[in-house]
């Protein structure tokens, strides 16, 4: 039985948007609710030493975080999912890579006024946002990324997938991942990845 599920993720991962598809269908289906929280590839990876392609995308990625963040101290639980389904989508299906454009967008679908953009360049709520981050990453450890999923207080990574499962295949998947989370000794499954993301859902098999 499902009794609580938690989702860490950044807004401009395109794997963790894969995977939240995929949860979203399974809590569909199986009827119940997901607590969405952020966390930060900028801060995960703030003392590592990256390519400078991928420095660069940090501040981007930064904004959208600080946006939710903010969404969630003022507007609670519910305005992070809009914020996070609103951003995501003028992102990744949407492949829109500029923050000017996509966050006017994404507040305008989200119903937050456009003046809340300030937020997305204020470190107001980063004692917060790093907090919700590390209270992701401390459950699985710092050589993962995002996103997070914790299920009944089982925290694990991923998993990384593409495209989102439907129907049936949502509710398989969902109950091997969270079979072999279950157990204390399992720590890793892992295959070269073939594909790039794919945005369209898989076709359900029934």
């Known amino acids: 039985m499902t009794d609580s599920v938690d989702f860490w993720f950044d807004p401009s991962c395109p794997w963790a948007w894969m995977t939240s598809r995929w949860v979203d269908e ?10 969405w929280h952020v966390m930060s590839l900028a801060v995960l990876n703030e003392d590592q030493d990256v390519s400078e ?21 003022l507007h609670g639980q519910k305005m992070v999912k809009a ?7 003028q992102i990744h299906p949407g492949g829109n890579s500029n ?8 507040l305008a679908e989200a119903g937050l006024p ?7 360049d204020s470190d107001e709520y980063d004692a917060q946002m790093r907090a919700s981050h590390f209270d992701g990453i401390n459950r699985v450890g710092q050589d993962v990324g995002t996103p ?16 989102a499962p ?25 295959r070269s990845r073939t594909l790039d993301p794919i945005f369209a859902p898989a076709v359900s098999i029934k």
Do not use: C, H
């Not at 456009?114 to 997305?120: E, G, I, L």
């Open 99 to 106: 923050p000017d454009e996509v966050i006017p967008a994404a």
């Open 148 to 163: 997070v999923i914790a299920v009944n207080g089982v925290a694990f990574f991923g998993p990384v997938i593409s495209p």
């Open 114 to 120: 456009a003046s809340f953009a300030a937020f997305a």
């Open 83 to 89: 914020l996070y389904d609103a951003l995501g989508t």
């Open 26 to 35: 399974v809590a569909r289906l199986r009827d119940f609710e997901v607590t």
């Open 166 to 190: 439907m129907g049936d295949q949502a509710l398989t998947l969902w109950d091997g991942v969270v079979a072999l989370a279950s157990y204390d000794g399992f720590f890793e499954l892992k």
């Open 53 to 73: 392609e991928y420095a660069a995308f940090f501040p981007r990625a930064l904004k959208y975080t600080r946006l939710v963040t903010a969404a969630s101290e």
